[in-house]
């Protein structure tokens, strides 16, 4: 195979690596698109076919399979790369809607050093299981501040769960973590009725809460988080804003601890 050969070749290799790779990620344009390269890799210069070219990339591959899955670990790491610099962004442009926005709730030290933001919803197991983590964290830490920001994104039952939250959080913000703690640790599923029943046993009276349910504001807050979570990249519960990096699931009180520090030596 002389030199002009083999650089198409090459060229095609690389194009149908490109192609696999478009597949496996279920993009038919992508996978498309490459098509084209792996054509145009067959220059006439090269005086060689698309068959034969295709058939020497289809011998390569399969004799080195690990070429594809390189260059899948290549992409994924470069999504990643891409995806967390695109969050300092937001989170530097949204500080205050994500830190310190006056609908989400606060626990631990209200004036606390290091913020983490817990996005959740009510109706989340696994944000049900995580709660233990963020009690634990306050508990070991009297310098965390812990802020709660509404993400119901799992069903109706959690939208209206979120909006009784919300319109009690305005109107008893000293009790709201007990409300938290309470409906996401109960037992079954959080509807609009129990999550009202909830506020009226912490002492809210229930006709105000209604009334405080009607609060256009309160969707315009939720908005605001869903796009937020959008430009951040959160598509799922819980996830959190540690400093300048995005946290995806429950991934555990050590992980969480490990991120925190990392965000105090920041400071």
């Given at each position: 195979?002389?030199?002009?050969?083999?650089?198409?070749?090459?060229?095609?290799?690389?194009?149908?690596?490109?192609?696999?790779?478009?597949?496996?990620?279920?993009?038919?344009?992508?996978?498309?698109?490459?098509?084209?390269?792996?054509?145009?890799?067959?220059?006439?210069?090269?005086?060689?076919?698309r068959?034969?070219?295709?058939?020497?990339?289809?011998?390569?591959?399969?004799?080195?399979?690990?070429?594809?899955?390189?260059?899948?670990?290549?992409?994924?790491?470069?999504?990643?790369?891409?995806?967390?610099?695109?969050?300092?962004?937001?989170?530097?442009?949204?500080?205050?809607?994500?830190?310190?926005?006056?609908?989400?709730?606060?626990?631990?030290?209200?004036?606390?050093?290091?913020?983490?933001?817990?996005?959740y919803?009510?109706?989340?197991?696994?944000?049900?299981?995580?709660?233990?983590?963020?009690?634990?964290?306050?508990?070991?830490?009297?310098?965390l501040?812990?802020?709660?920001?509404?993400?119901?994104?799992?069903?109706?039952?959690s939208?209206?769960?979120?909006?009784?939250s919300?319109?009690?959080?305005?109107?008893?913000?000293?009790?709201?973590?007990?409300?938290?703690?309470a409906?996401?640790?109960?037992?079954?599923?959080?509807?609009?009725?129990i999550?009202?029943?909830?506020?009226?046993?912490?002492?809210?009276?229930?006709?105000?809460?209604?009334?405080?349910?009607?609060?256009?504001?309160?969707?315009?807050a939720?908005?605001?988080?869903?796009?937020?979570?959008?430009?951040?990249?959160?598509?799922?519960?819980?996830s959190?804003?540690v400093g300048?990096?995005?946290?995806?699931?429950?991934?555990?009180?050590?992980?969480?601890?490990?991120?925190?520090?990392?965000?105090?030596?920041?400071?």
């Amino acid at each position: 195979m002389n030199k002009a050969i083999l650089l198409g070749t090459t060229g095609a290799v690389a194009a149908l690596a490109m192609l696999a790779v478009g597949f496996a990620a279920g993009n038919p344009q992508v996978a498309k698109a490459d098509t084209a390269l792996v054509a145009e890799a067959a220059s006439p210069d090269t005086k060689i076919d698309r068959k034969e070219v295709e058939g020497i990339i289809r011998d390569y591959l399969l004799k080195n399979p690990e070429v594809l899955l390189e260059v899948q670990d290549a992409l994924e790491a470069k999504q990643k790369e891409e995806q967390r610099i695109a969050a300092l962004g937001v989170i530097k442009n949204a500080k205050d809607e994500i830190f310190n926005s006056t609908f989400d709730g606060i626990v631990g030290n209200p004036n606390g050093k290091v913020t983490i933001v817990e996005f959740y919803d009510y109706n989340c197991g696994f944000c049900k299981r995580a709660i233990e983590d963020m009690q634990a964290l306050t508990k070991a830490d009297p310098d965390l501040r812990f802020v709660l920001k509404e993400f119901p994104i799992l069903s109706p039952d959690s939208q209206k769960a979120s909006v009784v939250s919300m319109a009690f959080h305005l109107m008893m913000p000293e009790k709201y973590g007990a409300f938290h703690t309470a409906l996401l640790g109960g037992q079954g599923r959080a509807t609009e009725s129990i999550a009202i029943k909830t506020a009226v046993s912490l002492g809210a009276d229930e006709a105000k809460l209604r009334e405080k349910m009607k609060d256009p504001s309160i969707n315009e807050a939720l908005a605001r988080t869903y796009d937020l979570a959008t430009k951040l990249s959160i598509t799922g519960t819980p996830s959190y804003v540690v400093g300048n990096e995005v946290v995806f699931g429950a991934l555990g009180k050590d992980v969480l601890t490990e991120k925190i520090e990392a965000a105090k030596a920041a400071l």
